[in-house]
């Protein structure tokens, strides 16, 4: 499993209460029987089951007046 497009990772971390955000580089499944993006994940030190996570390739993090002007502009 490639994906050259996934160049950052945000966890939302409920246990700790904060948000994380990690750069990557490219992964390829190595047989552990976990996608390569969750063993990344737990190798930071979060738990599966008490995170959300998504991939993407823009680092910035959008706030409500960020959203605004994005809606208003577009």
């Known amino acids: 499993m490639k994906n050259k ?3 950052y990772i945000t966890v939302l971390d409920f246990e700790v209460g904060r948000v994380f955000q990690y750069k990557t580089d490219e ?3 190595n047989g552990e029987g976990f996608c390569p ?4 994940i ?3 030190g979060h738990k599966l089951s008490n ?3 998504m991939f993407h390739d823009i680092a910035q ?3 409500r007046n960020d959203y605004r002007e994005v809606i208003y502009t577009n």
Not at 37 to 40: A, G, K, M, S
């Open 61 to 63: 993090v959008i706030t």
């Open 42 to 44: 737990i190798d930071r």
């Open 37 to 40: 993006y969750e063993r990344y």
């Open 5 to 7: 497009y996934v160049k």
């Open 27 to 29: 992964m390829t499944d």
């Open 51 to 53: 995170c959300e996570w």
